[in-house]
């Protein structure tokens, strides 16, 4: 457990206790103080009862004085007793209530700390990111611009800083992307996603024919609340990373159609074999798999992206790997009103 949450949960497990106390102590101290003065009310209530004062005699006096002064230590041993078990009973309470502050506060921050370290995560995977292809780009300044360079060579470093250039904006604009998926939505309007789908398959399918990939839609009207820019991206990234994850003479079949409680998208593509325990690590920031290293040119964050769209529009993402092969990808999305903007 990292430091600062472990500071920040001594610390609300520890004010839980000394409310407690604070407040355990005033009420017990009130309620020893009434059952005192109403005990010793009592006490001389049953000492007038048991020796009448028309029934006492001169030569009783002793007797009388001996009974209230029995009944007034009965009183204060009564008295004695509850203040010692009262104390007893708030220390042991006291620590009880660190106990269950401890047990909230890890429940509550339990959270925090899963988020805390995705940050972290995240940062430094996207300085990394960021990182690379200007260092490659200082590369291909110094070593292709060095001294007299060819026509040649300089087509060469043209070359590479445009393709560089190009990762850096598609890395930029993922980032934004993911950030504004992030919020939430602002103003969901009804749509089909069949047909937002069926546009972005249009669009692919040019990159398609070049990778020797065929793409297969089947398709049914589902209609639901949206942001139509955002399913775009949501669809446009599952198809893209089907097509660049993929072989030649691949295929990558599309279903949109209805469900019992909102409407399905899956995306079926064949390609290499991803193992099991990749497969939830596909969803993070900036990670491809071990078989999908850099396959399709992207920076890491389509199916991230895919999985704070499909969490903006109150659905769920999620995949599995294929026999044989490849990736079976299934987005869930309620058909009512979307999840309104977080932020």
Excluded at 10 to 17: E, N
Excluded at 69 to 80: I, N, P
Excluded at 93 to 102: N, P
Aim: hydrophobic content about 45%.
């Amino acid at each position: 457990m990292r430091r600062p949450v472990l500071v920040a949960r001594t610390r609300v497990a520890v004010a839980y206790g000394a409310v407690f106390l604070v407040l355990g102590t005033g009420l017990l101290l009130t309620v020893n103080m009434l059952a005192r003065a109403g005990t010793q009310e009592r006490a001389a209530r049953i000492a007038r009862t048991a020796v009448p004062a028309e029934a006492a005699r001169p030569g009783d006096t002793v007797t009388v004085s001996t009974v209230y002064r029995l009944s007034g230590d009965v009183s204060a041993a009564a008295s004695h007793e509850l203040v010692v078990w009262s104390a007893a009973a708030l220390g042991a309470t006291a620590l009880l209530a660190v106990g269950v502050g401890w047990w909230t506060a890890g429940l509550f921050l339990r959270p925090v700390q899963g988020a805390l370290d995705s940050q972290r995560r995240f940062i430094a995977n996207a300085s990394h990111e960021l990182r690379t292809p200007l260092a490659t780009q200082r590369a291909a300044i110094q070593v292709g611009l060095e001294g007299r360079p060819s026509p040649e060579e300089l087509a060469r470093t043209r070359a590479t800083l445009l393709e560089t250039n190009r990762h850096t904006e598609r890395l930029i604009d993922g980032l934004l992307l993911l950030a504004r998926s992030e919020r939430g939505l602002e103003r969901p309007e009804v749509l089909d996603l069949a047909e937002v789908v069926r546009g972005e398959a249009a669009a692919v399918a040019a990159r398609a024919d070049e990778e020797g990939v065929r793409i297969a839609v089947r398709s049914a009207p589902a209609l639901l609340a949206g942001n139509r820019v955002l399913l775009a991206q949501l669809a446009g990234n599952l198809l893209r990373n089907a097509v660049g994850y993929n072989h030649c003479g691949g295929t990558v079949e599309v279903t949109v159609r209805p469900g019992r409680t909102g409407v399905l998208l899956a995306v079926d593509n064949t390609g290499p074999v991803v193992a099991a325990e990749d497969v939830g690590a596909l969803f993070e920031p900036f990670r491809r798999g071990r078989e999908h290293e850099r396959l399709g040119g992207g920076a890491g964050l389509g199916l991230s992206v895919v999985a704070s769209i499909a969490r903006a529009h109150g659905g769920t993402a999620k995949a599995a790997p294929r026999a044989g092969g490849g990736l079976h990808v299934v987005v869930e999305l309620p058909r009512g009103t979307a999840r309104g903007s977080a932020g």
